[in-house]
T-cell receptor
């Protein structure tokens, strides 16, 4: 089992819809969780970090964390074609002191 | 958010030469910097972690004598690819973290290396 798992996609949603991206992790000692967006040929850019169970909202983005289920998700409301990118989930493992990245989910927002 | 720069953004070199890539945190002090490599259509691969004033910690399979990392100050880390070969051609990305363990990493824009 991979430490951080994401569906590679592509996930296609129509413009204006809600895109839901999911990530599961294997190590319960994980403390910090991050979502990054990576456009093709570019480096990752931070969208959001989340540390506590529950929801965290920032503009059109909502991160959801459920430590009991070892699950973190990212919702993108009112999806735009410019949101089309690969979304990387990252988890900080306090046991190994490492940030573990998922392989990313490719999102396509159709105009 | 915090700003991390990388230089150069793109480099083409001949096989056998060495290439130095700089990573700077512009508006915060980076206690830890990370170096990643990403091949086309693949995920990020962590190469090494460096803390200011300490030797870098390399991931398994990454040759420390080939990929020299120096983290001389709280705002600068360098990666030198020594005796580069075509298989070293890749997208090298640094990231920096200002706070403690588990805090957010901020990525630089990356350096695209092509070795002929």
């Amino acid at each position: 089992q991979k430490e951080v798992e994401q569906n590679s996609g592509p996930l296609s949603v129509p413009e204006g819809a809600i895109a839901s991206l999911n990530c599961t992790y294997s190590d319960r000692v994980s403390q910090s969780f991050f979502w990054y967006r990576q456009y093709s040929g570019k480096s990752p850019e931070l969208i959001m970090s989340i540390y506590s169970n529950g929801d965290k909202e920032d503009g059109r983005f909502t991160a959801q964390l459920n430590k009991a289920s070892q699950y973190v998700s990212l919702l993108i409301r009112d999806s735009q074609p410019s949101d089309s990118a690969t979304y990387l989930c990252a988890v900080y493992n306090s046991g190994t002191y490492k940030y573990i990245f998922g392989t990313g989910t490719r999102l396509k927002v159709l105009a | 958010g915090a700003v991390v720069s990388q230089h150069p953004s793109r480099v083409i070199c001949k096989s056998g030469t060495s290439v130095k890539i700089e990573c700077r945190s512009l508006d915060f002090q980076a206690t830890t910097m990370f170096w990643y490599r990403q091949f086309p259509k693949q995920s990020l691969m962590l190469m090494a972690t460096s803390n200011e004033g300490s030797k870098a910690t390399y991931e398994q399979g990454v040759e420390k004598d080939k990929f020299l990392i120096n983290h001389a100050s709280l705002t600068l880390s360098t990666l030198t690819v020594t005796s580069a070969h075509p298989e070293d051609s890749s997208f090298y990305i640094c990231s920096a973290r200002g706070g403690g363990a588990g805090e957010t990493q901020y990525f630089g824009p990356g350096t695209r290396l092509l070795v002929l």
